[in-house]
């Protein structure tokens, strides 16, 4: 018995360490997160937009509104002077009536009768104490008062004299002239401003006889020129130097918030009037604010809902991920699991082989391994039939369960093959627990109607005392199995290789010779293309429709080669590949080329060729083209079921492919972690799912799961799907019941030749009809008889 080959073809289910699970599926919902973390604090940073646009309008708003302000305080301050100014003016063309008035002169030249006139005069001339005239006295050439008024009354007690340098100004000047003196405070604190104007009695002399003199308070002009402001107290009368000279003490400006304007008195040059005006800070303008308000919602319930529908694909990706990783997980468990006995199948043993290999390589520790064939079993199928011989296998099975510790695994390899990995243990001491194992079968006492004690052959090496590769450990145990079995069975032998392998250090001797020859069988097929291509139709599955069909290849009879799948295995060990590869597209596109002009051809391609250093698109366009062949028809298959070295060149090279006009293909995703991770790595148009997960999935729920998990993960990723190896009705409505579109398989069509896909596209496939079909195969599954599947060949 040999180790089944690890090669693509054959179908070897090798699963990832738990480190790759992490790293094809973990992984991304990290991705994920990040990308919706770094996603919401763009939509946050958004909020600020409208702040930013807000700001410039809020403050352009304002600031008119502080303009206009100062606009109007400026016209106020020029009020107010030109107010004051005509008040003053008023004051001094009194004045100057009073002094040249004829009750005046005559009163102030001796003339008696003009003593009620002349009274009457400085009465209106001193004013109420409303107007801001205070007092109006008439006064001699030597400046003393004969009369004088106060707020409109004439007072009796007159001072003896005026001392005023502004009463001998007035005496030198002329008629009509007005002497204007400095403002005074009072004792009570009011501003005062004294002019004065000559009385001349031009019919007698044209020289002054007397002096007409008033007091004007400056606060209360200022007040009736200021109006409300002045109220406020803001208005202000102030000297060239920039002093206050009215009202008297007050503060050249205010504390607080005030816009100031000044405006010359146009009445006296050097004098001007400031006005502070008090103002506060101004509020926008409601109906502004409430549109912004509005925008800034309007916008903050927009980003919300444009981060929903941004985000809602991305968490839903992450949990398609999630479930379509339990419901993996779910269908891997068993996948691994052997029904029969309860043991690991043959997946799981290689799996953990490998991992136990590995362990044993860093941890520095040993490694038994037990290959077990039970003798005689066939005959138990051929006298009691096959549910006698399953019996057998699961009693075995418990037996083996109940003999081995925790960490000692077992698995059923074959049909009556086992195998036990034993941690830590030498070769003897794995051949010791195969011993145990064979004395607790030999003693078994069958109940009435159960099998009967059951003997068995083994064959024991152990890692690294014997070999440190797996396969050589491997063939080592399997070596000194056949031995057994050859000399008396019943039997555990430990591999010795002088004794059991003799042959092959002749065959190691001549494995380049060998090696040599497989390379010429294969060139020979190669230059004489001993090869045919066949097609097998992918149906539309809803309408019966043949959208397309992949092309196949198969030896032919002389090429030396039973299968395609040993002239690939040969191809790969002389290291042939891409040549036979593109041999092999050559044949399929030559024979396509009466195919419906919509119809697809999916293609499968050899990682290994699309890695070749030499590989180029355009070479493949033109092998196309040459056909008749558009490369838009073409859908490149691409599988991981050989190892990919260098994934980077691949992708290099994929995206070349797809940019001359070729779409890709996911083969074979199911098939272990494999198509997982390419699925994780490159980006395709079809999703092929394979064939074990599509038989699965008709009595297996957890299949179903990860079919239609695939289903949903690539409708997402906008691919379509093709469900392989339907080959039952109850496959066919487990697909259909999934809405996977388009299908493959033995129910469908089976490969055949270029004219019969022809014909079978004119008349299409009557999926009504298929599903009416004796469902034979899934009652037989049922009943626990295992059929294999035909193995998918190129």
Known sequence: MALPSLAPEEGVFVH?????????????????RLVR????????????????VAAPILSTALDGKRAAEQAQ??????????????????????????AA??????????????????????????GDGTDGTVVATLLDIRGRPILRAIGGQIVKNLPTTVVDPLVGAALDGERGDISTGKVQVADDGAAHLAMASPVINLAKSPSPIGVVRVEVSMDKLIQLAGGEQVGRGTARLVDRQGFTIAPAGAPTSQSGATIGSTSALPWKSDWTVRLLSPTDVPAPPLPLVGLLAAFVALLGILIFWMARQVLRPAVELEASRDRLRDLYELARVDSLHDTITGLGNHRSFQETFERQMEATRTRQTSLGVVLIDLDDFRAVNDASGHAAGDEALAAFGRLIQATLRSSERAFRIGGDEFALLIPGATADAAASVARRLLAASMDVRPEQGKPGPRSFSAGVSASPAMATDRRMLFDQADAALM?????????????????????????????????????IGVAEVITRRLLKPVYQPIVELRTGRVAGSEGLIRPLPGSGFGNPSELFTAAELAGRTVELDFACLELVCAGATGMAADSILTLNLSPRTLEADDFSAASLVALVRNAGLDPSRIVLELTEREQIEEMERLRRNVKACRAAGFRLAADDVGAGNAGLRLLSQLQFDIVKIDLSLVQDGAVHEASMSVVGALQDLARRWGASVIAEGIETPAQLRVVRELEVGNGQGYLLGRPAPAEDIIALQASGVDIEALLKKDDWLHRMARSGVGLAAPAKVR
Not at 504 to 519: C, G, L, T, V, W
Request: no cysteine.
């Open 16 to 32: 990832p360490q738990p480190a790759m699970i992490e790293g094809d599926l973990a992984a991304e919902p990290g991705t994920i």
């Open 37 to 52: 973390l770094r996603l919401s604090l763009a939509l946050v940073a958004m909020a600020f937009v409208p702040i930013a």
């Open 73 to 98: 305080v400026d016209r106020d301050a020029s009020n107010v002077a030109n107010a004051l100014s005509v008040r003053l003016n008023a004051v001094s063309a009194a004045l100057a009536k009073t």
């Open 101 to 126: 008035g004829s009750p005046v002169t005559g009163f102030a030249g001796g003339t008696t009768t003009a003593t009620a006139g002349a009274k009457a005069a400085l009465v209106a001339l001193s």
């Open 483 to 519: 031995w057994a079995k050859r000399h008396g069975r019943t039997s555990v032998e430990t591999f010795d290789q002088a004794r059991h392998r003799p042959a092959a250090a002749a065959a190691a001797a001549h494995a380049p010779a060998a090696i040599e020859q497989i390379s």
